[in-house]
């Protein structure tokens, strides 16, 4: 395989043995008909299924260009990127899932922005087709909600099909952070970006890998990430619920004092001890998952472990 091509193709496979050959097809017709000089890297995520069979049998044959790289485990999709970006040999970088929702069709378009000065392209997603509405919903709320806490501008609508430039691949392979989230990381460093709308097509095979537990997560590491927002939040809950702690107590001294009332209320006492006990546990938790991403950052851990390679 040659030093350098012009673009690499960075895919993270997971359990996608169903629709992998039918990705593969497709962006290879791609590359031919706009004939770019390619590398194609398929990351498998500690896949339990067949699907890094089905990569050996597609390296066999296309040996010139398709490299594969197998984790020792499931590792995440954030890892699974980071591991075939740091692989990548191109003058630039596609990012994309293998489950054809993000089309390879749009990647020469991606290509002409990039020649024209652009260091970033990405795709935004102008229609949703295949999702319930929930899923939309959620998704909706979580990039508005990223991009109104975070201290960056990170692009709503839009997931991990993008081009980096050398240059900014250079930037984020140097990062060493655990909880990552790669369109955050992008957005932070800056350079010159443009936005490709395309329709993100349904699933063709397979099932979807991010179960509302998953996506829990992902959103809680891109609002640690960056932005200190849900600490804020904790403190000034606990300012408010001080203060007026504070107004209570006057309250109950004036009472005891200038009045002939008793003061009554053991239910709603105990209402204010849990509330107030409920938020100070927040606020803890909160406390303990910027710390636990510290502690695993500071232990300086590989980011992941790779069994094997194919190349």
């Known amino acids: 395989m040659k030093d350098q091509v012009e673009i690499s193709i960075v895919s993270p496979v997971f359990n996608e043995e169903a629709g992998i050959d039918s990705f593969y097809r497709e962006l290879k017709r791609v590359c031919r008909s706009g004939e770019i000089d390619h590398e194609i890297i398929f990351v498998d995520d500690g896949s339990r299924d067949n699907s890094f069979l089905a990569l050996a049998r597609i390296r066999q044959e296309d040996p010139q260009a398709v490299r594969v790289i197998r984790l020792a485990r499931n590792f995440g999709h954030q890892l699974a990127i980071t591991a075939g970006i740091r692989a990548a ?12 929702q993000d089309p390879p069709a749009v990647i020469p378009e991606f290509i002409k922005r990039w020649r024209e000065g652009n260091e970033v392209v990405y795709g935004r997603r102008t229609e949703r087709k295949g999702e319930t509405w929930f899923k939309k919903w959620t998704a909706h709320v979580f990039y508005r909600l990223i991009r109104a806490a975070a201290k960056v501008d990170i692009a709503v609508d839009s997931g991990d099909f993008y081009l980096l430039d050398r240059k900014v691949v250079d930037i984020i392979n140097s990062m060493e952070e655990r909880h990552r989230f790669i369109r955050g990381l992008i957005a932070w460093m800056g350079f010159r970006r443009y936005a490709v709308g395309y329709v993100r097509q ?4 397979g099932q979807t890998k991010f179960s509302i537990w998953k996506m829990g997560n992902f959103a809680l590491d891109a609002v640690i990430s960056f932005s200190f927002a849900p600490l804020r939040v904790a403190s000034i809950a606990g300012a408010g619920i001080s203060f007026l702690a504070f107004l209570g107590i006057l309250a109950t001294i004036y009472i005891k004092l200038f009045t002939q009332l008793t003061v009554q209320g053991w239910s709603s006492l105990m209402i204010a001890i849990l509330f107030i006990g409920g938020i100070q546990l927040l606020a803890i938790g909160l406390i303990g998952e910027y710390v636990a991403r510290i502690g695993d950052d500071v232990k300086h851990r590989p980011l992941y472990t790779v069994q094997e390679t194919l190349e």
Request: hydrophobic share 50%.
């Open 202 to 205: 349904a699933r063709q095979a």
């Open 89 to 100: 040999r191109g003058k630039a970088v596609v990012v994309l899932d293998s489950d054809l």
